[in-house]
């Protein structure tokens, strides 16, 4: 079978090979569709201005931004500006920087003062606190007159408590047994002239006392101090006796042989034993009076200024300096000592209100 040739009058042969024909009628949309098949050949200046605007990125041509210059950069190679950093940026990497070794540094130094320094002595949990800061257990003389006190703290101290509490409970003035040092003395004083306190101790919380320990002349002793049910305060003082704790009480009264009311008449017929409190400075002495060393008596419950005087230079008075650690650059400088001290009424001119230190007894108010 032979295929139809085409006639020369059909549109159908003058179209070349693979386009299809178009029906008569629909020419004009023939040659529209035409010409998005069959492209005409560009111009080189259609060429170029094509490929340049294809170049420009989609981004630049919806929103184009202009970049700032490094005000330092402009009219300078590509290499010389490279690294180059606005100044602002210069100052935050610079204090980067410094932080960077400031901080290790800082961590090194506390690190360093944290482990050396010395733990704070803090009672909790209802744990009384007894450190005594020993740094060499060898050098802790457990035969001195503290040593009843160190070796075994918290018993001590719980016993003098105790014996405050069993004062609070006596019924009637009744002293009980087993609470004074040199009792016969303290029961003879008390019934001529009273208990020294008229209100019970507050024992119930004990981390509330302040505790410090002492010794005068191989007698060691253990102070409380707290306050009354009154709020008035109270310092107690303990002696460890061979018949066991116990509460000195002519140290806790601040007894003297001479109350101080009657103190400036009773030195006029002869010398008394008084407790005090002395204090010490060098303008108290005067060029006028070189031959006589002034201390400030304070008497207990006594509102009275006297003055004391010891002879210049005079052992007595070498004693009752060494209490204040004058002459000494070592240690700091005393104020307000307790001191046993004997007086009298002195030779020579004196006011009403100045007594002469004959004696130092005690450098605390227990004596030996």
Request: glycine share 10%.
């Amino acid at each position: 079978m032979t295929d139809n040739p085409i006639s020369p009058d059909d549109p159908k042969g003058n179209l070349p090979q693979g386009m299809r024909g178009v029906p008569r009628g629909v020419q004009s949309k023939g040659k529209a569709r035409q010409t998005l098949f069959l492209k005409k050949p560009k111009s080189p200046e259609g060429m170029s201005l094509d490929e340049e605007t294809a170049a420009i990125p989609v981004r630049e041509k919806i929103s184009p931004l202009k970049t700032d210059k490094h005000p330092k950069s402009e009219g300078k190679d590509i290499d010389e500006n490279w690294g180059n950093v606005p100044a602002g940026q210069q100052g935050a990497r610079g204090l980067l920087w410094t932080l960077a070794f400031v901080v290790p540094v800082l961590a090194i130094v506390t690190a360093f003062v944290l482990i050396n320094q010395e733990p704070t002595a803090t009672p909790s949990g209802g744990q009384l606190n007894f450190n005594f800061n020993v740094s060499n257990e060898d050098e802790f003389d457990f035969t001195g007159p503290r040593a009843w006190f160190e070796e075994n703290p918290h018993v001590h101290y719980v016993g003098a408590i105790d014996i405050l509490d069993r004062l609070n409970q006596a019924e009637g003035g009744k002293i009980p047994d087993l609470v004074f040092r040199r009792r016969d003395f303290a029961l003879g004083e008390i019934t001529d002239n009273g208990l020294g306190w008229d209100s019970d101790f507050m024992t119930a919380d004990p981390r509330s006392f302040k505790w410090t320990i002492g010794d005068t002349d191989n007698t060691g002793f253990l102070i409380l101090e707290g306050l009354r049910k009154d709020q008035s305060p109270f310092r107690a003082y303990f002696v460890n006796s061979e018949q066991g704790l116990r509460m000195d009480w002519a140290a806790s009264t601040a007894w003297g042989e001479v109350p101080p009311a009657d103190l400036f008449s009773a030195v006029e017929q002869r010398e008394g034993m008084i407790r005090c409190i002395l204090d010490k400075q060098p303008h108290y002495d005067s060029k006028v009076d070189e031959q006589r060393s002034w201390f400030l008596v304070v008497l207990p419950g006594s509102e009275k200024q006297v003055w004391g005087f010891a002879p210049s230079g005079s052992p007595v008075d070498r004693e009752l300096l060494a209490l204040f650690n004058f002459g000494d650059f070592i240690l700091d400088r005393q104020e307000d000592v307790r001191a046993v001290i004997r007086v009298g009424n002195g030779k020579g001119d004196l006011k009403e209100n100045q007594v002469e230190i004959i004696e130092l007894l005690a450098g605390e108010w227990v004596l030996p």
